[in-house]
């Protein structure tokens, strides 16, 4: 049984640092795709960042240079370093993982997702 369980949400003023993390159990393939998403109401759910099978790191142009995406070496953590936060980076964040061999910055690659941290940066 696969879970995905983030936290470290929490509602923070412009320019502040957060660190969102998702445990991840159950979840046997070593070498896949994870990734955080992003999602305001209607809105569509978005990329922020994601690792790739051979551990590149790949970034949204919104957040690249102030956020960090990164895996505990035992696969069974993923965590989303967050600096200079704007108050459009307010959103609910996902993390996000995939069993399948696919493009790890497309959603459909996506088949098992955690239940959600809410951020809220204001000024």
């Known amino acids: 049984h696969v879970q995905l369980v983030e936290s470290g949400g929490d509602s923070v003023r412009v320019g502040g640092s957060l660190r969102l993390s998702c445990e991840v159990s159950?979840?046997?393939?070593?070498?896949?795709?994870m990734a955080w998403y992003r999602q305001v109401p209607g809105k569509e759910r978005e990329l922020v960042a994601d690792?790739?099978?051979?551990?590149?790191?790949n970034y949204d142009d919104s957040v690249r240079g102030r956020f960090t995406i990164s895996r505990g070496s035992a696969r069974d953590t993923v965590t989303l370093e967050m600096n200079a936060l704007k108050p459009e980076d307010t959103a609910m964040y996902y993390c996000?993982?995939?069993?399948?061999?696919?493009?790890?910055?497309?959603?459909?690659?996506?088949?098992?997702w955690g239940q959600g941290t809410q951020v809220t940066v204001s000024t």
């Open positions: 159950g979840f046997p393939w070593r070498d896949s795709c």
């Open positions: 690792t790739d099978r051979d551990g590149t790191r």
């Open positions: 996000a993982a995939s069993s399948k061999y696919g493009n790890c910055r497309e959603v459909r690659t996506y088949d098992y």
